[in-house]
């Protein structure tokens, strides 16, 4: 349970000093008797392990899709570029520069 917290004026102002909070500390705290600070031990995976593990399981499963996304995802990206690149070589025909 959190302390109470209130704040009693006395009549004094702020400039003679401050008016702290009176706290009301009659709470118990939460014992943990079976937990340290010690690590717990648990055994880690390498990435070298973890990426090898889902390399031959996973990854072969899902390639063709995921290479089919990935290129849909480049050309979408590649068309703007390409209408671009052909606008900025239309005004520097139109300006004179070629």
Sequence with gaps: MK?????????????EGRNFPVTD???HTVALGGFN?????????????????????EAQHHFLAEASVFASIMLTA???LVNGAHAILNL?????GF
């Design 92 to 96: 520097i025909r139109a300006s004179g």
């Design 37 to 57: 600070g010690r690590c717990v031990g648990a055994e880690f995976h390498s990435f070298r392990s973890i990426s090898r593990n889902y390399f031959d399981t």
């Design 3 to 15: 302390p109470t917290m209130q704040n009693i004026d006395n009549g004094r102002s702020r400039a």
């Design 78 to 80: 590649a068309v703007p």
């Design 25 to 27: 500390f009659n709470y």
